[in-house]
Protein backbone atom coordinates (compact mmCIF):
# COMPACT_ATOMS: atom_id res chain seq x y z
CA UNK A 1 0.00 0.00 0.00
CA UNK A 2 2.79 2.70 0.89
CA UNK A 3 4.34 1.60 -2.51
CA UNK A 4 1.25 2.30 -4.25
CA UNK A 5 1.20 5.88 -2.68
CA UNK A 6 4.55 6.69 -3.78
CA UNK A 7 3.62 5.88 -6.96
CA UNK A 8 0.67 8.04 -7.04
CA UNK A 9 2.92 11.20 -4.99
CA UNK A 10 5.46 10.90 -7.86
CA UNK A 11 3.31 10.62 -10.90
CA UNK A 12 1.60 14.32 -9.10
CA UNK A 13 4.61 15.41 -8.83
CA UNK A 14 5.46 15.17 -12.76
CA UNK A 15 2.21 15.99 -13.47
CA UNK A 16 2.89 19.46 -11.44
CA UNK A 17 6.16 20.12 -13.06
CA UNK A 18 4.89 19.54 -17.02
CA UNK A 19 2.03 21.85 -15.93
CA UNK A 20 4.54 24.92 -14.53
CA UNK A 21 6.53 24.30 -17.57
CA UNK A 22 3.23 24.80 -19.99
CA UNK A 23 2.31 27.68 -17.74
CA UNK A 24 5.95 29.09 -17.76
CA UNK A 25 5.69 29.33 -21.85
CA UNK A 26 2.44 30.78 -22.00
CA UNK A 27 3.68 33.57 -19.87
CA UNK A 28 6.84 33.86 -21.91
CA UNK A 29 4.71 34.03 -25.16
CA UNK A 30 6.90 31.53 -26.90
CA UNK A 31 6.53 32.26 -30.78
CA UNK A 32 7.54 30.72 -33.97
CA UNK A 33 10.46 32.48 -35.23
CA UNK A 34 9.53 31.35 -38.84
CA UNK A 35 13.01 28.72 -38.92
CA UNK A 36 11.31 26.06 -37.26
CA UNK A 37 12.29 26.45 -33.55
CA UNK A 38 10.99 29.35 -30.93
CA UNK A 39 11.98 32.89 -30.32
CA UNK A 40 12.44 33.66 -26.79
CA UNK A 41 11.16 36.94 -25.09
CA UNK A 42 8.38 37.80 -28.11
CA UNK A 43 11.25 38.76 -30.31
CA UNK A 44 10.35 37.23 -33.18
CA UNK A 45 12.49 37.56 -36.05
CA UNK A 46 15.71 39.84 -36.39
CA UNK A 47 14.68 42.65 -38.59
CA UNK A 48 16.69 43.61 -41.42
CA UNK A 49 19.33 45.79 -41.05
CA UNK A 50 18.28 48.50 -43.56
CA UNK A 51 14.64 48.42 -41.30
CA UNK A 52 16.98 49.71 -38.67
CA UNK A 53 19.03 52.01 -39.65
CA UNK A 54 17.82 54.26 -41.83
CA UNK A 55 21.05 56.16 -44.41
CA UNK A 56 20.19 59.24 -46.92
CA UNK A 57 21.17 59.65 -49.69
CA UNK A 58 19.92 55.72 -50.61
CA UNK A 59 22.25 53.05 -51.11
CA UNK A 60 23.96 53.21 -54.83
CA UNK A 61 22.44 56.83 -55.52
CA UNK A 62 24.15 58.56 -58.23
CA UNK A 63 24.70 62.43 -59.39
CA UNK A 64 22.92 63.08 -56.05
CA UNK A 65 23.06 67.04 -55.41
CA UNK A 66 25.09 69.09 -52.64
CA UNK A 67 22.25 70.17 -51.38
CA UNK A 68 20.68 66.63 -50.12
CA UNK A 69 21.47 65.75 -46.19
CA UNK A 70 23.74 63.17 -45.21
CA UNK A 71 21.65 61.57 -42.27
CA UNK A 72 21.96 58.02 -40.30
CA UNK A 73 18.85 57.33 -38.20
CA UNK A 74 17.58 54.75 -36.32
CA UNK A 75 13.83 54.63 -34.86
CA UNK A 76 14.42 53.56 -31.51
CA UNK A 77 18.05 52.06 -29.45
CA UNK A 78 20.78 54.23 -30.13
CA UNK A 79 23.64 54.46 -32.91
CA UNK A 80 27.25 52.60 -31.69
CA UNK A 81 29.47 53.93 -34.52
CA UNK A 82 29.39 56.04 -37.66
CA UNK A 83 31.95 56.01 -40.28
CA UNK A 84 32.20 57.85 -43.33
CA UNK A 85 34.99 58.48 -45.59
CA UNK A 86 34.85 60.58 -48.52
CA UNK A 87 36.67 59.89 -51.77
CA UNK A 88 37.53 62.87 -54.40
CA UNK A 89 40.33 63.61 -56.69
CA UNK A 90 41.93 60.25 -56.23
CA UNK A 91 42.23 60.61 -51.58
CA UNK A 92 40.11 59.62 -49.16
CA UNK A 93 39.29 61.67 -46.31
CA UNK A 94 37.18 61.11 -42.92
CA UNK A 95 33.97 63.19 -42.73
CA UNK A 96 33.90 64.50 -39.25
CA UNK A 97 30.22 64.03 -37.74
CA UNK A 98 28.30 63.93 -34.11
CA UNK A 99 25.70 62.08 -32.56
CA UNK A 100 22.37 63.88 -31.39
CA UNK A 101 22.50 63.54 -27.23
CA UNK A 102 19.61 60.94 -27.80
CA UNK A 103 21.76 58.48 -29.68
CA UNK A 104 19.36 58.16 -32.66
CA UNK A 105 20.54 60.50 -35.68
CA UNK A 106 24.24 61.49 -36.94
CA UNK A 107 25.32 64.27 -39.15
CA UNK A 108 28.10 65.46 -40.53
CA UNK A 109 29.95 69.06 -39.03
CA UNK A 110 29.87 69.93 -43.02
CA UNK A 111 26.71 69.70 -43.71
CA UNK A 112 27.08 70.57 -47.38
CA UNK A 113 28.16 67.44 -49.63
CA UNK A 114 30.98 67.80 -52.10
CA UNK A 115 30.55 67.26 -55.83
CA UNK A 116 32.23 65.17 -57.91
CA UNK A 117 32.85 62.51 -54.99
CA UNK A 118 31.49 59.22 -53.44
CA UNK A 119 30.76 58.24 -49.88
CA UNK A 120 30.74 55.57 -47.97
CA UNK A 121 29.18 54.66 -44.92
CA UNK A 122 29.52 52.17 -41.97
CA UNK A 123 26.70 52.38 -38.89
CA UNK A 124 26.41 49.77 -36.14
CA UNK A 125 23.21 50.33 -34.38
CA UNK A 126 21.40 48.42 -31.56
CA UNK A 127 18.16 47.85 -31.75
CA UNK A 128 15.46 48.64 -28.46
CA UNK A 129 15.88 45.18 -27.70
CA UNK A 130 19.37 45.12 -27.45
CA UNK A 131 20.72 43.89 -31.06
CA UNK A 132 23.00 44.85 -32.53
CA UNK A 133 23.07 45.97 -36.70
CA UNK A 134 25.11 46.86 -38.86
CA UNK A 135 24.73 48.89 -42.30
CA UNK A 136 27.20 49.32 -45.51
CA UNK A 137 26.35 52.13 -47.96
CA UNK A 138 27.41 53.98 -50.93
CA UNK A 139 26.94 57.09 -53.17
CA UNK A 140 27.91 59.14 -55.40
CA UNK A 141 27.64 62.70 -56.22
CA UNK A 142 26.90 65.11 -58.90
CA UNK A 143 29.56 65.51 -61.47
CA UNK A 144 29.60 69.78 -62.65
CA UNK A 145 30.45 70.27 -66.27
CA UNK A 146 31.69 73.44 -65.56
CA UNK A 147 33.82 75.29 -62.97
CA UNK A 148 36.08 78.69 -62.33
CA UNK A 149 38.87 79.22 -60.39
CA UNK A 150 40.62 82.33 -59.75
CA UNK A 151 43.90 83.50 -60.52
CA UNK A 152 45.83 85.26 -57.13
CA UNK A 153 48.09 87.98 -57.40
CA UNK A 154 50.75 87.74 -55.22
CA UNK A 155 52.33 84.46 -55.12
CA UNK A 156 52.71 81.86 -52.31
CA UNK A 157 55.75 82.60 -49.80
CA UNK A 158 56.77 85.74 -51.98
CA UNK A 159 57.82 88.68 -50.00
CA UNK A 160 56.35 91.83 -50.84
CA UNK A 161 56.34 95.60 -50.94
CA UNK A 162 53.61 97.51 -48.58
CA UNK A 163 51.84 98.27 -51.45
CA UNK A 164 50.56 95.08 -52.10
CA UNK A 165 46.51 93.64 -52.88
CA UNK A 166 45.33 90.68 -52.50
CA UNK A 167 43.88 90.00 -55.76
CA UNK A 168 41.92 87.26 -57.64
CA UNK A 169 40.62 87.48 -61.55
CA UNK A 170 38.45 84.78 -62.05
CA UNK A 171 37.85 82.81 -65.35
CA UNK A 172 34.28 82.94 -65.07
CA UNK A 173 31.88 86.01 -64.34
CA UNK A 174 30.52 85.90 -60.81
CA UNK A 175 26.70 85.94 -60.25
CA UNK A 176 26.99 84.68 -56.59
CA UNK A 177 29.35 87.11 -55.11
CA UNK A 178 28.28 87.45 -51.64
CA UNK A 179 28.87 83.57 -51.03
CA UNK A 180 31.89 83.81 -53.31
CA UNK A 181 33.24 86.87 -50.99
CA UNK A 182 32.76 85.10 -47.57
CA UNK A 183 34.57 81.80 -49.33
CA UNK A 184 37.74 84.07 -49.42
CA UNK A 185 39.49 85.22 -46.11
CA UNK A 186 42.75 87.42 -45.91
CA UNK A 187 43.91 87.82 -42.52
CA UNK A 188 47.20 89.51 -40.92
CA UNK A 189 49.73 89.00 -38.11
CA UNK A 190 49.53 91.40 -36.53
CA UNK A 191 46.07 91.76 -37.26
CA UNK A 192 44.59 94.59 -39.56
CA UNK A 193 41.49 95.38 -40.65
CA UNK A 194 41.10 93.78 -44.24
CA UNK A 195 38.25 94.60 -46.64
CA UNK A 196 37.29 93.29 -50.12
CA UNK A 197 36.21 95.68 -53.10
CA UNK A 198 34.69 93.92 -56.45
CA UNK A 199 35.42 95.34 -60.14
CA UNK A 200 33.08 93.72 -61.79
CA UNK A 201 31.88 90.49 -62.08
CA UNK A 202 34.78 88.72 -62.57
CA UNK A 203 37.54 90.38 -59.94
CA UNK A 204 37.80 90.65 -56.24
CA UNK A 205 40.97 92.53 -54.46
CA UNK A 206 41.52 92.69 -50.49
CA UNK A 207 42.95 95.30 -48.78
CA UNK A 208 43.98 97.45 -45.49
CA UNK A 209 42.74 100.87 -44.92
CA UNK A 210 46.78 101.91 -45.68
CA UNK A 211 49.45 100.37 -47.18
CA UNK A 212 50.82 97.25 -44.94
CA UNK A 213 53.08 97.37 -42.26
CA UNK A 214 56.67 96.18 -42.96
CA UNK A 215 56.89 92.17 -41.28
CA UNK A 216 53.23 91.43 -41.89
CA UNK A 217 52.27 88.21 -42.48
CA UNK A 218 49.35 87.59 -44.28
CA UNK A 219 47.28 84.27 -44.76
CA UNK A 220 44.83 83.94 -47.69
CA UNK A 221 42.54 80.95 -47.44
CA UNK A 222 40.11 79.87 -50.62
CA UNK A 223 36.84 78.02 -49.53
CA UNK A 224 35.88 77.95 -53.36
CA UNK A 225 35.56 73.77 -53.82
CA UNK A 226 32.07 73.49 -54.60
CA UNK A 227 30.80 76.72 -54.38
CA UNK A 228 28.14 77.65 -57.19
CA UNK A 229 29.46 80.88 -58.15
CA UNK A 230 27.30 81.51 -60.98
CA UNK A 231 24.69 79.28 -62.08
CA UNK A 232 25.72 75.39 -62.70
CA UNK A 233 29.08 76.81 -62.05
CA UNK A 234 30.99 75.30 -59.53
CA UNK A 235 34.82 76.43 -57.51
CA UNK A 236 37.52 74.10 -57.79
CA UNK A 237 40.19 75.41 -55.35
CA UNK A 238 40.31 74.83 -52.22
CA UNK A 239 43.69 75.91 -50.49
CA UNK A 240 45.60 78.43 -48.38
CA UNK A 241 48.62 80.16 -48.99
CA UNK A 242 50.82 83.63 -47.55
CA UNK A 243 52.98 86.20 -47.90
CA UNK A 244 55.43 88.00 -46.18
CA UNK A 245 55.51 91.87 -46.15
CA UNK A 246 58.88 93.36 -46.51
CA UNK A 247 60.42 96.67 -46.08
CA UNK A 248 58.57 100.02 -46.91
CA UNK A 249 59.52 101.82 -50.53
CA UNK A 250 57.66 104.18 -51.99
CA UNK A 251 58.94 106.37 -54.74
CA UNK A 252 57.43 109.70 -55.78
CA UNK A 253 57.51 110.52 -59.87
CA UNK A 254 57.05 114.38 -60.05
CA UNK A 255 56.28 114.59 -64.15
CA UNK A 256 56.87 118.24 -63.78
CA UNK A 257 60.36 118.82 -62.40
CA UNK A 258 61.35 115.24 -63.90
CA UNK A 259 62.58 113.35 -60.93
CA UNK A 260 61.75 110.47 -59.13
CA UNK A 261 62.41 110.42 -55.28
CA UNK A 262 63.19 107.04 -53.56
CA UNK A 263 61.83 106.65 -49.67
CA UNK A 264 63.14 103.43 -47.66
CA UNK A 265 61.08 103.42 -44.55
CA UNK A 266 60.39 106.89 -45.12
CA UNK A 267 63.99 108.21 -45.39
CA UNK A 268 65.14 109.53 -48.53
CA UNK A 269 67.57 107.07 -50.43
CA UNK A 270 68.01 109.18 -54.02
CA UNK A 271 66.49 111.50 -56.06
CA UNK A 272 67.20 110.35 -59.61
CA UNK A 273 66.24 112.46 -62.90
CA UNK A 274 63.27 110.45 -64.91
CA UNK A 275 61.67 111.23 -68.56
CA UNK A 276 57.91 110.89 -68.37
CA UNK A 277 55.19 110.77 -70.74
CA UNK A 278 55.23 113.71 -73.64
CA UNK A 279 52.77 115.91 -73.97
CA UNK A 280 50.38 114.20 -76.43
CA UNK A 281 50.94 110.83 -74.44
CA UNK A 282 51.34 111.32 -70.83
CA UNK A 283 51.52 109.45 -67.80
CA UNK A 284 48.90 108.80 -65.36
CA UNK A 285 48.47 110.42 -62.01
CA UNK A 286 48.41 108.43 -59.07
CA UNK A 287 49.66 105.81 -56.84
CA UNK A 288 50.72 102.21 -59.08
CA UNK A 289 51.95 99.22 -57.88
CA UNK A 290 55.38 97.18 -59.34
CA UNK A 291 53.26 94.03 -60.56
CA UNK A 292 55.90 92.57 -62.51
CA UNK A 293 59.66 92.83 -62.91
CA UNK A 294 61.68 91.27 -66.34
CA UNK A 295 65.22 92.16 -67.05
CA UNK A 296 64.52 92.62 -70.86
CA UNK A 297 61.24 92.57 -72.43
CA UNK A 298 60.05 93.60 -76.29
CA UNK A 299 57.77 96.73 -76.19
CA UNK A 300 55.76 97.50 -79.46
CA UNK A 301 53.50 99.92 -79.43
CA UNK A 302 50.91 98.99 -81.52
CA UNK A 303 49.93 96.29 -78.48
CA UNK A 304 48.79 99.33 -76.73
CA UNK A 305 47.10 101.40 -78.92
CA UNK A 306 50.23 103.58 -80.30
CA UNK A 307 50.10 103.02 -84.26
CA UNK A 308 51.26 105.62 -87.39
CA UNK A 309 48.43 106.42 -89.81
CA UNK A 310 50.08 103.89 -92.18
CA UNK A 311 49.04 101.22 -89.36
CA UNK A 312 52.48 100.25 -88.11
CA UNK A 313 53.63 100.82 -84.73
CA UNK A 314 55.07 104.24 -83.72
CA UNK A 315 58.02 101.86 -81.86
CA UNK A 316 58.76 98.54 -81.37
CA UNK A 317 61.88 98.24 -79.28
CA UNK A 318 63.11 94.37 -78.76
CA UNK A 319 65.10 94.80 -75.62
CA UNK A 320 63.63 97.25 -73.15
CA UNK A 321 66.03 96.65 -70.10
CA UNK A 322 64.98 96.92 -66.43
CA UNK A 323 61.38 96.88 -67.15
CA UNK A 324 58.32 97.27 -64.03
CA UNK A 325 54.96 96.87 -64.95
CA UNK A 326 52.89 99.65 -63.09
CA UNK A 327 49.21 99.25 -64.53
CA UNK A 328 47.71 96.06 -67.30
CA UNK A 329 47.30 98.83 -69.92
CA UNK A 330 50.56 99.51 -70.76
CA UNK A 331 52.59 101.76 -67.93
CA UNK A 332 56.14 100.68 -67.03
CA UNK A 333 58.95 102.23 -65.38
CA UNK A 334 61.87 101.28 -67.68
CA UNK A 335 65.40 101.71 -67.92
CA UNK A 336 66.23 103.73 -71.97
CA UNK A 337 69.23 103.13 -73.75
CA UNK A 338 67.94 104.81 -77.00
CA UNK A 339 67.38 108.92 -75.36
CA UNK A 340 70.59 109.35 -73.11
CA UNK A 341 69.83 113.39 -72.81
CA UNK A 342 66.30 113.56 -71.48
CA UNK A 343 66.49 112.44 -68.24
CA UNK A 344 65.79 115.28 -65.62
CA UNK A 345 65.09 117.66 -68.47
CA UNK A 346 62.55 116.67 -70.58
CA UNK A 347 59.15 114.25 -71.41
CA UNK A 348 59.11 111.88 -74.19
CA UNK A 349 57.61 108.84 -73.40
CA UNK A 350 54.89 107.10 -74.50
CA UNK A 351 53.10 107.33 -70.90
CA UNK A 352 55.79 105.14 -69.76
CA UNK A 353 58.38 106.46 -66.62
CA UNK A 354 62.04 106.30 -67.96
CA UNK A 355 65.34 105.62 -66.28
CA UNK A 356 68.44 105.72 -68.02
CA UNK A 357 70.04 102.39 -68.87
CA UNK A 358 72.43 100.90 -71.52
CA UNK A 359 71.34 98.33 -74.50
CA UNK A 360 71.47 95.27 -72.13
CA UNK A 361 70.67 96.87 -68.75
CA UNK A 362 73.83 97.97 -66.72
CA UNK A 363 73.82 97.41 -63.14
CA UNK A 364 75.79 100.64 -62.26
CA UNK A 365 72.86 103.16 -63.75
CA UNK A 366 69.99 104.58 -62.41
CA UNK A 367 67.54 101.95 -63.93
CA UNK A 368 69.66 99.01 -62.84
CA UNK A 369 70.13 100.38 -59.47
CA UNK A 370 66.30 101.07 -59.15
CA UNK A 371 65.87 97.70 -60.29
CA UNK A 372 68.04 95.80 -57.98
CA UNK A 373 66.31 97.32 -55.11
CA UNK A 374 62.47 97.34 -55.75
CA UNK A 375 60.23 94.49 -54.87
CA UNK A 376 56.57 93.58 -56.45
CA UNK A 377 53.95 95.40 -54.67
CA UNK A 378 56.56 98.10 -54.10
CA UNK A 379 54.29 101.87 -54.83
CA UNK A 380 55.35 104.35 -57.55
CA UNK A 381 53.05 107.67 -56.94
CA UNK A 382 53.14 110.25 -60.11
CA UNK A 383 51.98 113.61 -59.86
CA UNK A 384 51.64 116.86 -61.88
CA UNK A 385 51.16 114.88 -64.99
CA UNK A 386 48.71 116.55 -67.20
CA UNK A 387 46.70 113.31 -67.12
CA UNK A 388 43.64 111.98 -65.15
CA UNK A 389 44.80 109.66 -61.80
CA UNK A 390 45.06 105.86 -62.76
CA UNK A 391 41.82 104.16 -62.28
CA UNK A 392 41.18 101.84 -59.35
CA UNK A 393 40.91 98.53 -61.38
CA UNK A 394 44.08 99.26 -63.77
CA UNK A 395 46.60 96.95 -62.34
CA UNK A 396 46.70 97.71 -57.93
CA UNK A 397 45.75 100.90 -58.33
CA UNK A 398 43.20 100.44 -55.61
CA UNK A 399 45.42 102.78 -53.17
CA UNK A 400 43.39 105.73 -55.58
CA UNK A 401 39.88 105.11 -54.01
CA UNK A 402 38.91 106.35 -50.37
CA UNK A 403 38.04 103.78 -47.81
CA UNK A 404 34.87 104.36 -47.75
CA UNK A 405 34.24 103.81 -51.48
CA UNK A 406 36.46 100.63 -51.41
CA UNK A 407 34.73 99.40 -48.86
CA UNK A 408 31.75 100.10 -50.55
CA UNK A 409 32.26 97.75 -52.93
CA UNK A 410 31.61 94.44 -50.85
CA UNK A 411 29.12 92.46 -52.13
CA UNK A 412 27.95 91.44 -48.79
CA UNK A 413 25.94 93.75 -47.07
Known amino acids: ?13 ALAAVLTWAGLMATAGCTSDGTGGLGIGGLGKPPAPEDVIRISPDD ?9 KLRVRVHSGRLESVKVVKSQDARESPVPGHLSADGLSWQPDEDVLALAAKYTVDAVALDGHGRRSARHTTFTTYVPGERFIGYVTPEDRATVGTGMIVSLEFNREIEHRAA ?16 PHWFGRSRLDFRPERYWRPGTQVTVSLRLRDLEGTPGVYGLQSRTFSFTVGRSQVSLVDAARHTMQVRRDGALLATVPITAGAPKTTTYNGKMVVTEMRELTRMNGATVGFKKADGKSEYDIPDVPHAMRLTDSGTFLHGNYWAPHVFGKVNVSHGCVGLRDVKGGGSDTPAGWFFDRTLIGDVVEVVHSNDKKVAPDNGLGGWNMAWKAWKAGSAVK
Open 1 to 13: MRHAMGRARRAGV
Open 60 to 68: GGKGVRQER
Open 180 to 195: VERAVRVTAKPAVEIR
